[in-house]
């Protein structure tokens, strides 16, 4: 059971233009959010997180969405730049707990 | 900040020899400790964690196992690797549900 999805398997948009990338959960007792963005024969790093007492945290380029009655989550990055070519995980997890769960994951390319 | 360190890097091993994989970490103590598999076309799959020495927790049935003899030592270990073995081992510090720090990786092909 996939409790925490990323629909889209890739993207790709133009170098200076939006990217917006998905993920969808299912456990309403999540109640914290992770995004991850991994390169190629490296391990993920860390990129920007929220609490689902907040429905937007903003963090330079990269802004995270929570729509906690749609169970959404979306992360933004303004402006796109070819460096943002990589692999972007969503994680969760839940108070009291010792894990995250992470999604399957969607690779971004950013062309000029 | 923390560094875990991972290796080796790469390793391709034929079916039914041993594995041992170690993980260390460096800038923190008593951390949880995680181990992943990235297999292809799919996501992070949890295979262990640890809260603790001698703690470990399995999420997946298989022929793997974990131990952690030191606070900041996690070992992953098999007696036969099989072909469905192959894949990218990731290690992860972290404390408790909240943001995991992961080591560089180690890709292992099983011939």
């Known amino acids: 059971d996939q409790q925490v999805k990323q629909n889209s398997p890739s993207l790709s948009v133009q170098e200076g233009r939006i990217s917006i990338l998905n993920c969808d959960y299912t456990?309403?007792?999540?109640?914290?959010f992770l995004w991850y963005k991994k390169y190629p024969a490296e391990g993920p790093t860390f990129l920007i997180s929220?609490?689902?007492?907040?429905d937007k945290n903003e963090d330079g380029r990269f802004t995270v969405f929570l729509n906690k009655s749609a169970k959404h989550l979306s992360l933004h990055i303004v402006p796109s730049q070819p460096g943002d070519s990589a692999v972007y995980f969503c994680?969760?997890?839940?108070?009291?707990?010792?894990?995250?769960?992470f999604g399957t994951g969607t690779r971004l390319q950013v062309f000029p | 900040s923390q560094t875990i360190h991972q290796w080796p890097a790469t390793l391709v091993q034929p079916v039914g020899s041993p594995l041992s994989l170690e993980c260390t970490v460096e800038?923190?103590?008593?951390?949880?400790l995680y181990w992943y598999r990235q297999a292809a076309g799919r996501g992070l799959q949890l295979l262990f964690y640890?809260?603790?020495?001698?703690?470990i927790s399995s999420e997946v049935p298989q022929n793997l196992s974990a131990s952690r003899p030191q606070d900041r030592q996690f070992i992953l270990s098999s007696k036969k690797l099989l072909l469905s073995d192959s894949g990218f081992y990731l290690c992860?510090?972290?404390?408790?549900?909240?943001?995991?720090?992961f080591g560089p990786g180690t890709r292992l092909t099983v011939t």
């Open positions: 992860a510090s972290g404390t408790g549900g909240w943001e995991q720090y």
């Open positions: 456990n309403s007792m999540f109640d914290y």
């Open positions: 929220i609490s689902s007492i907040k």
């Open positions: 994680a969760a997890s839940m108070t009291y707990t010792d894990k995250l769960i």
């Open positions: 800038g923190t103590s008593n951390p949880n």
């Open positions: 640890s809260v603790g020495i001698g703690q």
